[in-house]
C-alpha cells in the first residue's frame, strides 16, 4: 500500500492528556486544539509518500513488541502561540528504535526528521526544532498505540501496529474470517458479567461473522458432552464460550499468551474487529475487571453496592439457580440501552455538537462569579441528550438549550459548581411578566423563589437540580418564552456575574443541619 502525506508515531488517550492540570489550566485560558478530533499523537516522523510494506519489512527487523509504549512528557514550550509537550525518553524507549530504523533504511528523509513532541494547540509553524522550555508539573505519563495515518489514493487510512500479526492493521477493517454458521451458543449455568457482555457483542455485531448468532438459541452446559471438542461442535454449530477450550475461552488464550489480559468478551471483540468501538468501552472495561480481577462493584457506598449491575445479576442468580435465561432476560436490555447511549454519547451527539458550531446555531463562551470561571454553551436544537452530553463530555459549568421547534428555552448546570441563578431567574421572570402584560407587581423574594410563579408558567425554578426551566425536557402545555433566544442568553450574560457562588449549596447545608 503507497500513502501520500503519511506520518508515523505514537497516538495517546485523548481524556487522559486533556484531564492534565497545565493543560486543563491552558483550555481556560483560550488554547483550542489545530484539530479539532478527540485524539492526541507523538509524531516520529513524515513521509511524502511511503509504502507501507516496506515500512512494515523494515519493522520487523527490530524483533521488540512495538504497538504499546509508556511516554513520560516532562516538558513543555510555546512558539508563535503553538504550544507543544516535550517528551523524556529513555534510550530503549521503543519510538528511538522505528525512528532509527526508518531513517537507517532510507524510508524517511532526514530532513523530515522532527523533534518528538505532542501538539497542545495552535498553528504549527513546522519548524524542525521543537526544544524543552520550561518543565511539566507534574509530568504526563501515557501509554501510546504506533499508528501509520496517510491517504491512499483519495481514502484517509489509519493503521495500528500488531505484535502478534508484525504488520499495520486497519481496526476498522470488515472481519476477514470465513463466517461459521452457528445454530446454538452455549455457556456456563451461572451468569456473569463477562458472559453477558459476551452475548451481547455477539448478537448484535457477530451477524457476518456468525451467521445466525442472532436467533440462535443459548444453552447451558457444565461441562462438554463426553467426546466433543469445542472445534467439534462448532462444525457442528453449537459455538462454546468460555467453556473446555475453543475459539472464545479466556482461559486458554491467556495461558498461551503468557499475559492475564483477555476476558471472553475482549477475545469476541477482537475477532470481530470491534475492540477500540468506544461505544462498547465500558462494557468490556467491566466485564473484564468483574472476570479478571474478581471486583464486582468497587464503591464502598451500600446504595452504589446493592443497586450495582453486578451485585443485582448476583440476586438475579440466586434467585432462579435453576433458570439462567431469566437473569439474561433482565441483564442483556440493560446492556443494550447501555450500548445504545454510549454510541450517541461517542459517536451522534459529538457529531451534532460540531455541526451545530459550525452551522452558527451554537457557540461557547465564558463567564465569572465571583471567583468561580465558568465554561458556558448556548445551542438550538430539539435534542435534549445534547445539553447532558456538554455537561458531562464537554464539561459545561451552564447550558442554556432552545428547541429550535418551539422557542421554549432551559437553562441547566453542573450541580457540582453551585451557580447562583437566582438574579437570573429574577431577570427572566420580570421581563416575562413586562411583555405578557399580566400585571404582577415585581416582588425580588418573590421572583427569585424556587418552583413556579402564579401568572407566570413559562418560567420554573428548580433549586434541587438548580435548573431553570421553560417547559423543561417535555414541555407539555408549558408556554414558550415570549423572549428570543438571543434576549435570554444577554440576560445570563448580564446577570450570572451578580449571583453568589456556592450559596446554593451552602443553604442546603443549613436545611440539612451541617
Known amino acids: 500500500m503507497q500513502l501520500k502525506s503519511a506520518w508515523i508515531g ?24 489545530r484539530v479539532k478530533m478527540p485524539e492526541h499523537h507523538m509524531t516520529l516522523g513524515y513521509f511524502d509518500s511511503v509504502d507501507s510494506n516496506k515500512l512494515t519489512d523494515a519493522l520487523k527487523k527490530l524483533g521488540i513488541p512495538l504497538s504499546q509504549t509508556s511516554v513520560v512528557f516532562d516538558g513543555f514550550g510555546v512558539i508563535d502561540g503553538y504550544t507543544y509537550l516535550t517528551p523524556n525518553l529513555t534510550e530503549e524507549n521503543p ?16 530532513e523530515n526528521d522532527k523533534d518528538f513532541h505532542l501538539s497542545i494547540g495552535g498553528a504549527d509553524p513546522f519548524t524542525s526544532s521543537k526544544p524543552k522550555e520550561a518543565d511539566l508539573v507534574p509530568t504526563l505519563t501515557v501509554n501510546g498505540r504506533l499508528v501509520l495515518v496517510g491517504k491512499e489514493g483519495e481514502k484517509f487510512v489509519k ?37 453477558c457482555v459476551a452475548l451481547y ?28 471438542n469445542p472445534d467439534q461442535l462448532l462444525a457442528e454449530g453449537v459455538l462454546t464460550i468460555d467453556l473446555g477450550g475453543g475459539l472464545f475461552d479466556h482461559h486458554i488464550a491467556n495461558t498461551e499468551s503468557g499475559k492475564r489480559e483477555d476476558c471472553a468478551s475482549t477475545l469476541i471483540a477482537k475477532y470481530l474487529g470491534i475492540d477500540q468501538n468506544n461505544a462498547l468501552k465500558k462494557c468490556l472495561a467491566w466485564a473484564k475487571r468483574d472476570d479478571l480481577e474478581g471486583k464486582g462493584t468497587i464503591s464502598d457506598d451500600p446504595l452504589d453496592r446493592a443497586f450495582g449491575l453486578s451485585g443485582l445479576m448476583m440476586n438475579l442468580n440466586r434467585a432462579f439457580p435453576d433458570d439462567p435465561k431469566r437473569t439474561l432476560d433482565y441483564i442483556l436490555p440493560l446492556i443494550h440501552f447501555h450500548v445504545l447511549e454510549e454510541t450517541k454519547r461517542s459517536e451522534e451527539l459529538p457529531l451534532e455538537w ?18 468561580a470561571d465558568l465554561k458556558c454553551a ?13 455537561r458531562a463530555a464537554k464539561r459545561m459549568d451552564l447550558v442554556v438549550q432552545r428547541r429550535a421547534s418551539s422557542g421554549h428555552t432551559n ?30 407587581k415585581f416582588d425580588r423574594v418573590l421572583f427569585q423563589s424556587p418552583g413556579r410563579i402564579e401568572g407566570l408558567d413559562e418560567w420554573y425554578y428548580d433549586d434541587a437540580a438548580n435548573t431553570i426551566q421553560n417547559g423543561g425536557v417535555n414541555p407539555g402545555t408549558t408556554p ?26 451552602r443553604k442546603k447545608n443549613i436545611e440539612l443541619g451541617k
Open 411 to 440: 437553562i441547566i448546570t453542573r450541580q457540582l459548581r453551585s451557580i447562583d441563578l437566582r438574579p437570573v431567574v429574577e431577570a427572566l421572570r420580570k421581563e416575562e411578566a413586562k411583555r405578557k402584560d399580566t400585571g404582577i
Open 10 to 33: 505514537y497516538n495517546f488517550p485523548f481524556d487522559t492528556v486533556e484531564a492534565h492540570p497545565q493543560i486543563v489550566k491552558w483550555r481556560k485560558n483560550g488554547l483550542e486544539k
Open 378 to 390: 448556548y445551542l438550538e436544537t430539539d435534542n435534549i441528550a445534547l445539553a447532558g452530553f456538554l
Open 201 to 228: 457483542i455477539l448478537a448484535r455485531f457477530g451477524k457476518e461473522a456468525f451467521p445466525g448468532i442472532d436467533v440462535a438459541p443459548v444453552l447451558f452446559w457444565s461441562s462438554l458432552p463426553e467426546g466433543k
Open 95 to 110: 519510538s528511538n528504535a522505528v525512528r532509527k530504523t526508518i531513517l537507517d533504511d532510507q524510508l524517511l528523509l532526514p
Open 159 to 195: 493503521l495500528f501496529w500488531d505484535d502478534a500479526k508484525q504488520t499495520f492493521i486497519d481496526p476498522n477493517a470488515k472481519q476477514t474470517h470465513a463466517p461459521i454458521p452457528v445454530e446454538a451458543v452455549v455457556i456456563f449455568p451461572k451468569i456473569q458479567a463477562d458472559t
Open 354 to 371: 460540531q455541526i451545530l458550531l459550525d452551522t452558527g446555531k451554537a457557540n461557547q463562551f465564558d463567564l465569572k462569579q465571583g471567583n
Open 480 to 505: 414558550a418564552t415570549r423572549m428570543s433566544g438571543e434576549e435570554v442568553l444577554e440576560i445570563v450574560k448580564r446577570m450570572i456575574p451578580f449571583g453568589i457562588i456556592g450559596a446554593l449549596k
